[in-house]
């Protein structure tokens, strides 16, 4: 797996945030492969959530992997890791080394396609510490990332992730700002995405 360009990195400013966009991270047949093998491979799941009473099935299928007990709680559910496969530990490794952070687990989200969705959130949940860092691979169809301030309905920006892109948020991101991948009757092909996140041992 190739280093980026430095020309294909850049930092997004925004204020009280921290966003770090590499275009090219995985060149385009490795990670080609990647999503295939990752596609076929990985066993989805698709949660439900209570929506005003109403079990709703999430948009999107996902999976969590991160390491022994390290336990994850999305959809209001907490789901058991699976074992880290290879890939996803070379992955780990690159980013650990590149970042300076340490990430226990992944979560994966593949996107069928332009009707599955994700929407307005902030990564905030108490286990992942007070200021995380999460990165953000994205493979397969391009799809177009929103964020707002918190409290706010506008988007105030917009970024296309790319095929092999990573996007890394720190600092205080999660505080001050939402995103989300909005519905696009454009988009035929998969998007699969993988956050990489550290979650924290919970006070007993």
């Keep these: 797996m190739h280093h980026a360009d430095a020309g294909c990195e850049s930092s997004i400013e925004l204020p009280d945030a921290?966003?770090?966009y590499r275009a090219h991270?995985?060149?385009?047949e490795p990670a080609d492969a990647l999503l295939r093998e990752l596609i076929d491979a990985t066993p989805w799941t698709q949660p439900e959530i209570r929506i005003y009473g109403r079990l709703l099935a999430v948009p999107?299928?996902?999976a969590w992997y991160g390491d022994p007990g390290v336990g994850y709680r999305y959809s209001g559910l907490r789901h058991e890791p699976l074992a880290w496969t290879p890939s996803l530990q070379r992955i780990r490794e690159r980013l650990q080394g590149e970042t300076g952070?340490?990430?226990n687990g992944v979560l994966l989200n593949l996107y069928r396609d332009g009707r599955d969705a994700m929407g307005w959130h902030s990564d905030d949940e108490a286990e992942l510490g007070d200021c995380p860092?999460?990165?953000s691979l994205s493979l397969g169809a391009e799809r177009r990332f929103d964020l707002r301030r918190k409290g706010g309905g506008r988007i105030q920006h917009s970024l296309v992730l790319g095929h092999g892109s990573l996007l890394v948020m720190s600092g205080a991101t999660q505080h001050h700002w939402q995103h989300q991948i909005a519905r696009t009757s454009k988009v035929l092909q998969p998007r699969l995405n993988l956050t990489f996140?550290?979650?924290q041992p919970r006070p007993t």
């Design 18 to 20: 921290v966003l770090d």
């Design 25 to 28: 991270w995985i060149d385009s």
């Design 60 to 62: 999107r299928l996902v």
């Design 101 to 103: 952070q340490r990430f």
């Design 133 to 135: 860092t999460v990165a």
């Design 197 to 199: 996140r550290l979650i």
